[in-house]
């Protein structure tokens, strides 16, 4: 079983734009070692870049959108662009999955919510194996007419969900054991 690292949007725009992450707080450690454990067990590492099409957030070519950069020190194979929370809407992913073999995903990133779960429920539709590494994905709180509800709740109500069916939910340290 060839296996992949994705890891989603980990962009500017969580650290210093509108939508800075607060929940988990070591989040981006987490990523950055999963990336190194990755590497280290020749795995395909996948960085997906988010581009807003609409509103001031993900705004192509601005300091927000570019890629953190100490996820750019690490070592990876790919980068896609995305325009949607789906990292396989009109992208090469999966064209990218089947040419290196890849029958397993394992999901890093922001938002958990939103483009880390769309993206593990998407691939366990196509027929992928997908882990869910519980501390190196994170979200913010979030407030609309619908309610409210915190970083940690939302974070947990949706590993929750994942766990039901999509995915296997697991903190970085059970993955890398």
Same mark, same amino acid.
């Given at each position: 079983?060839?296996?992949a +690292?994705?890891?989603i949007?980990?962009?500017n725009e969580y650290f210093t734009g509108k939508l800075k992450v607060t929940y988990p707080q070591n989040s981006l450690?987490?990523? +950055? $070692?999963?990336?190194?454990?990755? $590497?280290? =067990?020749n795995m395909i590492i996948i960085i997906i870049q988010h581009t807003g099409l609409y509103g001031d957030t993900f705004v192509k070519n601005s300091n927000e959108w570019e890629i953190h950069p100490k996820i750019l020190e690490k070592s990876y194979d790919y &980068?896609?662009?995305?325009?949607?929370?789906?990292?396989?809407?009109?992208? =090469? +992913?999966?064209? &990218? +999955? $089947? $040419?290196e073999n890849i029958t397993e995903l394992f999901i890093s990133g922001y938002m958990t919510q939103m483009c880390c779960d769309t993206t593990a429920r998407e691939a366990f539709h196509k027929g992928y194996s997908v882990e869910f590494l519980s501390d190196a994905t994170g979200t &913010?709180?979030? @407030? =609309?007419? &619908?309610g409210t509800i915190s970083s940690k709740d939302l974070h947990k109500a949706t590993l929750i969900a994942q766990s039901?069916?999509?995915s296997n939910v697991m @903190? @970085?340290?059970e993955w890398m054991k």
């Open positions: 079983m060839k296996k +690292l994705l890891v949007d980990v962009q450690d987490n990523i +950055l $070692k999963v990336m190194d454990y990755a $590497k280290s =067990n &980068i896609i662009e995305k325009t949607k929370p789906s990292s396989f809407h009109e992208t =090469n +992913l999966e064209e &990218i +999955l $089947k $040419k &913010i709180d979030v @407030s =609309n007419e &619908i039901l069916r999509f @903190s @970085s340290e």
